[in-house]
């Protein structure tokens, strides 16, 4: 592992935390951890079995980014991945 970024998790701790966070919540995010002024969210498309068949993410300058703008996103991503997942 190495650093991409000044925000680049690399303690292995705080990197399976985040796993279970990821897991708790549904769905990811990468805060310039890995491009600098670039923010991505990511979500699962789950197959009729429950298996994750794919993922869908959105990525955004960093500069347009707000709580607010994530608070609508997630959600959003959320559900386009559900209606994806009908059509599998």
């Given at each position: 592992?190495?650093?991409?970024?000044?925000?680049?998790?690399?303690?292995?701790?705080?990197?399976?935390?985040?796993?279970?966070?990821?897991?708790?919540?549904?769905?990811?995010?990468?805060?310039?951890?890995?491009?600098?002024?670039?923010?991505?969210?990511?979500?699962?498309?789950?197959?009729?079995?429950?298996a994750v068949q794919a993922s869908l993410s959105?990525?955004?300058?960093?500069?347009?980014?707000?709580?607010?703008?994530?608070?609508?996103?997630?959600?959003?991503?959320?559900?386009?991945?559900?209606?994806?997942?009908?059509?599998?």
């Amino acid at each position: 592992m190495y650093r991409r970024t000044e925000k680049t998790k690399l303690d292995r701790r705080l990197i399976f935390a985040e796993f279970e966070e990821i897991r708790t919540r549904g769905y990811a995010a990468d805060r310039e951890e890995a491009i600098e002024g670039a923010v991505c969210f990511g979500v699962p498309i789950f197959s009729p079995s429950g298996a994750v068949q794919a993922s869908l993410s959105l990525a955004t300058p960093a500069v347009r980014f707000t709580k607010e703008r994530e608070e609508q996103m997630v959600p959003a991503l959320l559900q386009a991945a559900k209606e994806i997942a009908t059509w599998l």
